[in-house]
């Protein structure tokens, strides 16, 4: 709950796969700041800086499905 105060973004299946791995994810150009990084089906990934249209990392905590 401590973790609610940040926007969600919801990846893809194929996106979330790169987000374990710390791979890029292509975001939109506008969006920006700090969120939570959540997969389909609602679980927390990473939390991440949305900046220049891409995910730039902080602390990805999934690293297997």
Do not use: I, Q
Not at 34 to 44: A, E, F, Q, T, W
């Amino acid at each position: 709950e401590a973790l609610a105060e940040w926007p969600a973004l919801n990846v893809t299946c194929a996106e979330a796969e790169r987000v374990r791995h710390g791979g890029l994810v292509e975001v939109r150009f506008d969006l920006t700041g700090l969120h939570r990084v959540m997969d389909p089906s609602g679980k927390l990934l990473a939390l991440a800086d949305a900046e220049h249209g891409k995910l730039v990392y902080r602390r990805v905590l999934a690293t297997e499905e």
